[in-house]
């Protein structure tokens, strides 16, 4: 299957990225997405992760990991194949937490291909950023209803998705853990106000990352997603896997970055012999390709574990740290490699390096991340006899 | 004078180039950059490199050190004050090489900021990219006039430039060195084609990126700058400095994104206290500070040298790839410092990394100056006993 | 087993090494090792590599990680357990290559622990360092003999070793490739001349690293280990396996000392709170966390190569070149963290830190291996499309 | 100055440290001290940042930067010139802060090189580490005398040295600044006690690193070196010097190691060419070039501001972390370059590897330079508008 998607990426979505820099709302938006996704529901390439009840593929983890590569080969891919952030990780958490009626409704046509979502937890200062604890958004319950009052932004794909998964504060106080409930919000729900979009260097995602309000927004009971105040659970249940498959996407698209660096300095000669065959080049490839392998082999193990029905938030953690700074660093490098074209939109580099950038502070900055791998470390060595 | 060059920037340029994003075009193109230096001129902060017979202010390496840094701290800064590449190496070649009558028509009203000017040196593959001696222009003698041809890329600033200084073969064959010689071409003499703006990451460069054909190109030989045979050469003169002014243009850039970022840290609070009092937070902030401090002082030694008048082509090399490299990390860790924020347009730290990330390229890419060090290194070191 | 091998290491091996500081020599040498080997014999510990017909636990590569990391936890653990270098690759060649009687004299009684073994592959310049293709040492066909002649240094374990495997050149000349022959030479065949021992940092290994003269050194046609002009490829037979071990072996070094280090840390305080709660020494914590990680990711991948029957060149190129520095990293972290504790005997890290700091070097250079990376980068990606 | 120096320490000094890989205990200890400063003294170099009224070269910080570099390229260099820790900051801190009888008592013998003597600061945990706050040694006041009581660690060169200057809290609380005061305390005085000699990694510091117990230790208060009280000020006027002097000193063992490196690589031949010439040795080249020239540059303006009479708190602790890390750094790529002799006692790489690492512990760890580095930056900018 990774073979079909490679040539589906090759022949039909990378020409699209490669005619805007990688803009998708330049490339067509909204309408480019149905026409990708339909071509390749024709392919049978369509969700493959999805269950298999709904139309999708079905693909576990360990599965995942080549096709998700191939697709992320292209800055379109994803959504071509309908894996992106955040439907994918939305379907993910909407098949194990959504009751039947919620999974017709929400799940369903999201699998299809008919809908985006928008997964709305991050708020700006001093809300719930890194600290989920601090989350400020409220649902206050009245009668059979439930009242929404919040601020978020980086809501990526907001903007013409159809719901919005919420994340309010249900119990507890700001900036106590516990307390949160998610909620199932149709986007055109009076109240759900689009503020705008955030400047972001990036701009691949469709529906941008957007800042949201949403004033009294008032929804049913069977809005609530699971059960009430287990919201930052369900956070978990989808955090691992969703870590994993930005992982996926990311390598596909550093690993098209090494090979057009690798083509590129290999076609060109400077000082009397090609670049690609000069030490200091040579350093460059041989450091990407031990940074590609190394992240494939963290997310083998990640994905292991996932399939294998544990939490896995230790080796998630380290393994979205250490691929967003060595796929960064990968990027990097091939610019260096291709020189003065390396920061032009001639080739895919500079634009692959513009979006994988945020890679690092999206879902957790590594920053973060290496605090709560420390802490962990201390609770497991700190008292073990050396 | 350094205090009333922050000054101006923070109260005149910075505005324009926040309320654009840093693109110049966007900002207003060449109608901005006569608005900008005309406020310098008024204030007496116009070319303060320039020669003081000629409008200048006379200032040496080390002096300009401050100055060009306080500039920076504006993407729009360096234009504000004329001391842009690659007028502002243009305007050290011609003081140092040009006739009386060159001054008169080409440097003089480049110091007084009515003109712009381009430095066409780097050719698209196969010719001279960071290799010089694979100088493929030509410019061949036809009685008392020459006539050139030619295709260069990467000439910085040429769309609106008044007139190019072309590097072209007069001798030799490509692939040795020797046998080049730079010439004074009015941007309107007939066969000056201006083929398209390469699309770089970066947008503060007022004339862009370009690329040109020089297509029988007839000039007469009063258009000769210096001698014939003698363009390496003054290529040397002029690259020290200007690899310097370099690293003081983007300290300042470095510097600010650096500030903005330990301001947003100090006043942002997660996990119960302010990020900037965070161990981690507090190592992205130190190492900075080093990375900034280390750059300073080997500048500092660049100019002394430059200043009692030697080559330093040892110590500038060394220093443009540290600080390229160092500049860069510190920009970097400034968007880390400031979160998601920090690759959104709502901070100047993206830009500033989007902008001087070329650095490491331009100029000589970080490799091809690590190749020239270590082989002085091994023919001062090789030989000596230990 | 992995469970057994630890308590045996803990309760047996690392008093010992504790005691002299990782010497093995002043720990007691070849009456410590027959004594702690007779240990794991008792246990059921020795040579789990080794084949079963032999005696030995027949353990496949992904098995061995495990066990050899634990017995890795005391510089003299792998000792103890018969599997340091360089007897643990020479078991694994002779099984593979040897003659029926050839593993009679020779892998059976080393499976049984009762020998050591060396393997002379490496000569001082201009022999074969990095670079194989450079042989010098000859051996010359004399009726029913060969003679040896040659000069080889960095010979591990050589002091006490009952015999050795000899690489010399049969057909070719040096400077090229092939015509390499292997030969099994006992330590008291005339003319093998210990020269001395070279002053390595790392006192951890039993017969140090030598130098080796060959003098005239006759054997019979029954000493060829496998073909004539085959050695380059049996070479290759115990280099992917062999690199994986040493891999196994550090990590388990590496592992201790971070561990060490995390106690350490967690228990002192310093600017009123544990140093390990301190954001610098958690960003040494989590860096240490990842790179074992990333080690043990990157070496099950390498074994499940080599388990399913493959050459596993890149892999373990690239497994063996990031571990080597990683490792390094992992322990250099814990010397700091330690602070001026880190640099004495007091705790093992300094010793950790002593002898793991060659295996950047030894079984080939950094550099080198980046460099053959590198080329086969060139190869596969060189003309792709992107 | 500087080329007297260097050729004293090639002809004298460096053939004592490689004969005895740089263990100044087995190369002589004592005697091998006088025996050097004798030679030292005929030369007119001995001592030359002591004050000349005393009988030193009264150098200043920035005279002292060329001079201690030479002594540094032999580990045994600085002893050798008497500029070695902490000989040479005692004599800073006698000079402007003890009396006339003691600077007669103390200090001129001590230019003199007729003694040696000791810091005792650095307590054992829980006391005095990183934190000077945390000092536990106590004076107490009993009539005319001062009794002081304490325990202390890493004293370098206390194995010998005819006084101690120790630091002993005389007021406050620990936990707290203030109130600590400097003794000037004979060696013999009864109650000091040498508890043992740390098992450091380095071996070139004359009277090792030493734990020390002040038991009930009796002297009067013309003992007292300065004010009562002011010991942590005093401390302060010591620092900013000493670190200096330390880089000085390290900068000129990591240039040897570097230039022997280079020589060997330049000798070496490998896949057809000279080491030297291959890519990815002149990167390890060319970063121990760019690495070199920014410690000095560091150092160069950290001089010049001490030499002004500031105290430079800030430009000391910056070059202080950066060269213990870049130093660090260049002797690492060295040792790296020589291949395996690069870890044996044949080439002087090892050993400087093995000295210098504790630098980036010994006089604050980089990360408590960087956690107070952090700390001004913060209150530098953290309310800055950007």
């Not at 900036?175 to 055109?188: E, I, Q, S």
């Not at 969703?242 to 996926?248: E, L, S």
């Not at 090979?259 to 200091?280: C, H, K, M, N, T």
């Not at 999206?362 to 050396?386: L, N």
């Amino acid at each position: 299957m990774a073979r079909r998607v490679r040539a589906f990426i090759e022949e039909v979505v990378t020409p699209h990225e490669d005619a805007h820099d990688g803009d998708i709302e330049a490339a067509g938006g909204e309408s480019l997405r149905r026409e990708l996704q339909g071509q390749a529901r024709e392919r049978g390439l369509l969700t493959p992760h999805g269950p298999r009840a709904l139309g999708g593929l079905g693909l576990g983890m360990a599965q995942r990991a080549a096709v998700f590569e191939e697709a992320g080969r292209s800055l379109f891919g994803p959504l071509a194949l309908n894996i992106n952030a955040p439907d994918e990780g939305n379907v993910h958490l909407l098949e194990h937490v959504a009751t039947d009626e919620q999974q017709r409704q929400f799940l369903a046509p999201l699998v299809r291909g008919e809908t985006r979502s928008a997964f709305a937890m991050t708020e700006p200062s001093p809300g719930a950023g890194s600290d989920p604890a601090q989350l400020l958004t409220e649902a206050t319950r009245d009668g059979d209803a439930w009242v929404i009052e919040g601020h978020k932004h980086f809501i990526t794909g907001a903007d013409g998705a159809a719901f919005h998964i919420v994340m309010a504060r249900t119990g507890g106080a700001p900036g106590r853990a516990g307390g949160a409930t998610m909620f199932l919000v149709p986007a055109d729900t009076p109240g759900v106000r689009l503020v705008r979009h955030l400047g972001t260097q990036d701009r691949s995602m469709l529906g941008g990352h957007c800042e949201i309000r949403y004033e009294s927004v008032r929804v049913g009971h069977d809005a609530v997603l699971g059960e009430v105040d287990e919201g930052f659970r369900y956070a978990q249940v989808r955090l691992g896997p969703a870590r994993m498959t930005h992982v996926m996407r990311w390598t596909g698209a550093a690993q098209r970055a090494h090979e057009v660096a690798v083509r590129y300095a290999a076609g060109r000669r400077s000082f009397g012999s090609s670049i690609a065959d000069q030490g200091l080049a040579q350093q460059l490839i041989a450091d990407n390709e031990i940074d590609l392998a190394a992240t494939r082999a963290l997310l083998g193990e990640a994905c292991r574990q996932l399939d294998a029905g544990e939490r896995a938030s230790h080796i998630t953690s380290v393994t979205k740290t250490f691929a967003a700074e060595a796929l960064h660093r990968v990027v990097d490098r091939a610019v260096q490699l291709c020189g003065g074209l390396g920061v032009t939109s001639d080739l895919p580099v500079a634009r692959i390096a513009r979006e994988i950038r945020p890679f690092r502070i999206y879902d957790g900055p590594s920053e973060v991340h290496r605090w709560s791998i420390a802490r962990r470390a201390v609770r497991a060595h700190g008292q073990t006899s050396p």
